[in-house]
Each structure stands twice: as structure tokens, then as C-alpha cells.
């Protein structure tokens, strides 16, 4: 397998933190890229952070359309009734 179905594949599989740190070795000086272990290595790193970054950005997306949904729900109080109602079922 070269090195361009290589990259194909990781962006096909969805591992895109492998893929751009992949890519990014492929541009080093033969003398400069590391060993197969250390390769695997830092691709699995990378990976691992592209994750939990692209996770914490979704946090806060996330926050804002509860926030929204929170302000644009109007609660309308119970009555007495309804109160007791909920509580005997």
C-alpha cells in the first residue's frame, strides 16, 4: 500500500488526527522520521488529542441550545390539582 491510500484510508475510517500528523511525517527528510514504534506512537497521540479537542469544542454548542432552549420554554406553574394528580400516579 502507498502512502496516498494509506492517508486515503484514515480519512475514510475517520481518523483524522492520525491523518494530518501521517501526512505531516511524510513531509520530514528521510533522516528525520521516526521508527515504525514511534510512529505508531504519535499517531495514536495525535489521534487521542484530535478527539478530545474536537469533543470540548462541542461542549460549549452544546450549552448554548440548552441555554436557549431553557430561555425560550416558558414554564407555566402547576395547579393544586395537577399537583396532587401527578402525585397519585
Do not use: D
Amino acid at each position: 500500500m502507498n502512502t496516498q491510500e494509506t492517508l486515503s484510508q484514515l480519512k475514510k475510517l475517520r481518523l483524522n488526527g492520525m491523518h494530518h500528523t501521517y501526512q505531516a511525517m511524510l513531509q520530514l527528510p528521510l533522516h528525520q522520521q521516526p521508527q515504525a514504534h514511534e510512529l505508531l506512537a504519535q499517531l495514536l497521540h495525535a489521534e487521542t488529542l484530535h478527539r478530545a479537542n474536537k469533543r470540548t469544542q462541542l461542549y460549549p454548542a452544546r450549552a448554548r441550545l440548552c441555554l436557549v432552549n431553557c430561555v425560550t420554554c416558558k414554564a407555566v406553574p402547576f395547579s393544586e390539582e395537577q399537583t396532587l394528580a401527578i402525585g397519585k400516579t
